[in-house]
C-alpha cells in the first residue's frame, strides 16, 4: 500500500503562515521559522500540479531553487480556509479544528477537506473528509513544529484509518534559501524533507517542501523510493483575507 504523491503533498500544504522568520539566504542557524498562526475563512492559495519534469533532480539544500517554468500542470488546486461546520463528517473532528477545503481538475475527488489542530508546539494533522466518509489519524501526525531552523529533526508514527496501515515519517530541515515560484521570488524559504515508510509495503516516499513566512508552503516536489521524481506542485497566487 502507498499514499499518492499528490496526497502526500497535499498533506503538507496546509496554509498555515510562520510569524517570524530572520537571517540571510543560507543554511544558518538564524534562518528560523518561529511560530505558527492561521489564517481567517476564506484566505485562498491556488496551485499547480507537474508530473516529473526533464532534467529536474533533487536539489540542493543551499538553493536558488526555481519552479518559475516547469510546463504545463497536469492538475490545478484552490485551497481555502472554510469553517469546520462546512466540512463533511465534522462531527469526527474536534470542534476548533483548522479546515482547509481542496478543490481541484484533473482528479477523482473534487474536494476535500483536511482537518488540523493548532498546539502549542506546532501543526498537527487529524484527517480528511469528503463528501462520502472521513479518514482519522491516530495518534494525530505532527507535520510542523512551532520553531523550525535548519538542521532540525522529528519522527512519528499514525495509523490511518482508511487503509489500516502504519506509516512511520522521518522530518528534516535541510536548507535555507531562496525560492522561485509563479507567485512570487521568496528569500528566506526553509527547505524541509519529508520521508514516509508503510508497514504493508518495502516502498518509501520522499516528499521535499518549501515553507515561506505569512504565506505557508509554496512548493513540493514528491520522490518515489530513491531519486524518482513523481510530481512537483507550486503555489501559483495567494490571497489573504483580512482578520
Same mark, same amino acid.
Given at each position: 500500500?502507498?499514499?499518492? /504523491?499528490?496526497?502526500?503533498?497535499?498533506?503538507?500544504?496546509?496554509?498555515?503562515? #510562520?510569524?517570524?522568520?530572520?537571517?540571510?539566504?543560507?543554511?544558518?542557524?538564524?534562518?528560523?521559522?518561529?511560530?505558527?498562526?492561521? &489564517?481567517?475563512?476564506?484566505?485562498?492559495?491556488?496551485?499547480?500540479?507537474?508530473?516529473?519534469?526533464?532534467? &529536474?533532480?533533487?536539489?540542493? /539544500?543551499?538553493?536558488?531553487?526555481?519552479?518559475?517554468?516547469?510546463?504545463?500542470?497536469?492538475?490545478?488546486?484552490?485551497?481555502?480556509?472554510?469553517?469546520?461546520?462546512?466540512? /463533511?463528517h465534522n462531527?469526527?473532528?474536534?470542534?476548533?479544528?483548522?479546515?482547509?477545503?481542496?478543490?481541484?481538475?484533473?482528479?477523482?475527488?473534487?474536494?476535500?477537506?483536511?482537518?488540523?489542530?493548532?498546539?502549542?508546539?506546532?501543526?498537527?494533522?487529524?484527517?480528511?473528509?469528503?463528501?462520502?466518509?472521513?479518514?482519522?489519524?491516530?495518534?494525530?501526525?505532527?507535520?510542523?513544529?512551532?520553531?523550525?531552523?535548519?538542521?532540525?529533526?522529528?519522527?512519528?508514527q499514525y495509523?490511518?484509518?482508511?487503509?489500516?496501515?502504519?506509516?512511520? @515519517?522521518?522530518?528534516?530541515?535541510?536548507?535555507?534559501?531562496?525560492?522561485?515560484?509563479?507567485?512570487? *521570488?521568496?528569500?528566506?524559504?526553509?527547505?524541509? *524533507? #519529508?520521508?514516509?515508510?508503510?508497514?504493508?509495503?518495502? #516502498?518509501?516516499s520522499t516528499?521535499?517542501? &518549501?515553507?515561506?513566512?505569512?504565506?505557508?508552503?509554496?512548493?513540493?516536489?514528491?520522490?518515489?523510493?530513491?531519486?524518482?521524481?513523481?510530481?512537483?506542485?507550486?503555489?501559483?497566487?495567494?490571497?489573504? @483575507?483580512?482578520?
Amino acid at each position: 500500500m502507498n499514499l499518492t /504523491p499528490v496526497l502526500l503533498a497535499g498533506l503538507l500544504m496546509t496554509g498555515c503562515a #510562520s510569524a517570524t522568520i530572520g537571517g540571510p539566504s543560507s543554511q544558518s542557524a538564524d534562518c528560523l521559522i518561529d511560530g505558527l498562526t492561521t &489564517w481567517p475563512v476564506g484566505t485562498a492559495w491556488q496551485e499547480a500540479s507537474f508530473a516529473a519534469v526533464d532534467g &529536474w533532480t533533487r536539489p540542493a /539544500p543551499a538553493g536558488p531553487w526555481d519552479f518559475e517554468a516547469l510546463g504545463s500542470p497536469f492538475m490545478t488546486e484552490t485551497r481555502t480556509v472554510v469553517a469546520v461546520g462546512d466540512a /463533511p463528517h465534522n462531527q469526527q473532528f474536534p470542534p476548533d479544528s483548522y479546515v482547509i477545503q481542496s478543490e481541484n481538475s484533473g482528479a477523482a475527488v473534487a474536494r476535500l477537506y483536511r482537518f488540523y489542530l493548532v498546539g502549542t508546539d506546532g501543526l498537527y494533522w487529524l484527517g480528511d473528509s469528503d463528501p462520502l466518509l472521513a479518514v482519522t489519524v491516530d495518534p494525530p501526525q505532527k507535520f510542523l513544529p512551532s520553531t523550525m531552523r535548519v538542521g532540525q529533526r522529528w519522527e512519528q508514527q499514525y495509523r490511518d484509518s482508511r487503509y489500516d496501515v502504519l506509516v512511520s @515519517t522521518d522530518h528534516e530541515v535541510i536548507g535555507c534559501g531562496e525560492a522561485r515560484v509563479p507567485a512570487g *521570488r521568496y528569500s528566506n524559504s526553509l527547505l524541509l *524533507r #519529508s520521508t514516509y515508510r508503510y508497514s504493508e509495503s518495502p #516502498s518509501s516516499s520522499t516528499v521535499l517542501t &518549501w515553507h515561506v513566512t505569512g504565506v505557508g508552503m509554496v512548493a513540493a516536489a514528491v520522490f518515489s523510493g530513491g531519486d524518482d521524481l513523481t510530481s512537483i506542485s507550486v503555489l501559483t497566487e495567494f490571497r489573504p @483575507t483580512a482578520r
